[in-house]
């Protein structure tokens, strides 16, 4: 069955601080992968995708994702946090089966300390 | 990038009635898809909706309980049937913006009481 998995629910981490948020994803070949941010009262943001090539993907915001295919995996990292990256995070994928139809992880919510 | 404007933002509303929900997008694309994100929960896919066809629906999503128009290019309304305190939710369009780019509104909130 096709899933994508985010294991931590909820992130607090000090501002200035470096963040990662893990994503886990479950498919026979590798799908289309995303990370969108979701801003209080927001709608979804896209923060980066990765189709092929060089697996370490680099974002907006300072985010970046690395794509490891024997993990199955896509986490999302940022060296410093700011009090406004405090938002919800999700994961998300899709397959050339079923293009346009996302496939989210639960999101993670990130609390930023002063 | 396409820009959609997503109306109303949020409502609340009683119990038995029905709310529409609308989404503008200001280029032609061919496929709109319309998510729903449950209080604490992720976003599901409810339906995708061609132009000039009928949506076509996810597993336990129902014509009858959140018909879809599509009546141009540009255009797509969702329904949220006969609501209930379940349906209180925040539901999202979404169109494909290109360079497998995706476009999500910025979802309509909706409160059942």
């Known amino acids: 069955a096709q899933s994508v998995t985010q294991p931590d629910i909820h992130i607090t981490v000090s501002e200035g601080a470096s963040l990662e948020l893990r994503c886990n994803y479950s498919y026979g070949a590798t799908p289309y992968l995303f990370w969108y941010v979701q801003s209080p009262g927001q709608g979804l943001q896209l923060l980066l995708k990765?189709?092929?090539?060089?697996?370490l993907v680099q974002g907006i915001k300072g985010f970046e994702a690395e794509f490891k295919r024997s993990q199955s995996s896509f986490n999302l990292r940022k060296p410093s946090v700011h009090w406004s990256d405090a938002a919800e995070y999700f994961c998300?994928?899709?397959?050339?089966?079923?293009?346009?139809?996302?496939?989210f992880g639960a999101g993670t919510q990130v609390v930023v300390t002063p | 990038s396409a820009v959609i404007s997503q109306k109303p933002s949020r409502d609340i509303c009683q119990r038995g009635t029905s709310l529409t929900i609308q989404c503008q997008v200001d280029s032609q694309v061919t496929m709109m898809f319309w998510y729903r994100q449950q209080p604490g929960q992720s976003l599901t896919l409810i339906a995708t909706a061609n132009q000039g066809s009928e949506a076509t629906y996810e597993s336990g999503f129902v014509i009858d309980k959140f018909p879809i128009s599509r009546p141009n290019l540009t255009f797509s309304t969702l329904t949220v049937s006969n609501l209930s305190p379940e349906d209180s939710s925040i539901y999202l369009c979404s169109v494909e913006t290109g360079n497998y780019g995706y476009t999500f509104g910025s979802g309509t909130r909706l409160t059942v009481v």
């Open positions: 990765y189709f092929s090539g060089d697996t």
């Open positions: 998300a994928f899709l397959t050339t089966d079923s293009w346009g139809k996302f496939q």
